[in-house]
DNA sequence: AAGAAGTGCAACTCCACGGTTGCAATTTGT
DNA sequence: ACAAATTGCAACCGTGGAGTTGCACTTCTT
């Protein structure tokens, strides 16, 4: 359930993966329906939904005969804090750095 | 200065990247000191600082004959902040569209 | 002055990724 | 039972990115 870090930037260091998930805000869709509103094949939109599924980012759930997904914002949220700790982190480390190598 | 956000986590979803960002945590570098420290070619490693530096994740400055390369542990914790407020707001518009579905 | 250390640039290979097309399989509605 | 809608799978193509090698250029050091 949790991924590793790495993975959800490579998904979303995408555009045409961001103009999915924007797709996916204005309501819950499949492939086929997102397919009518962006300049993309039904197949390529899925493998992109795959990927982000894969990552956490979206699920999906059966409607039907069709396959419906939904943007997951906490694992957004998630990715964020995580994110956060490692800046802060970064700039607690340099910091302990620098005043060691000016106590030299 | 405030690069697009998607580039940010195109560099971000790299393995082999993390590993410079990681490396440069012990401390400023060069490319040619890195090398020494990881199973790459210099040359492969200037061209992920180059990455790194456009996107601002990491700074460089001349000292003497060397490029010396430091992590800005700051543009973590901006891209971190921005990414929870579209996760937040993510979520607050699917909660919207859900109560308007169930009042139908 | 000369060699060592470091950077910059260019060409090349390899392969993963984004995208397409085509067809089979499943499910729904009438 | 049949046609339409939807998904699943596989093969294929083109491009860009990661990595290498090789060489020229600059800058220290002695």
Known sequence: MTATLVPVFAALGDE?????LTALGEGDASAS??????????QAIAKHL???????LVESMRVGRELRYRVL????SDTAK????IGSEWDHRLAAIKQIAETL
Chains 1, 2 share one sequence.
């Open 33 to 42: 329906a997102l397919a009518g509103r962006l300049p993309l094949t039904r």
């Open 50 to 56: 795959n990927v982000l599924q894969e990552v956490g």
């Open 16 to 20: 045409t993966r961001w103009s999915i």
């Open 82 to 85: 995580r994110l956060e700790r």
């Open 73 to 76: 914002g906490a694992r957004l």
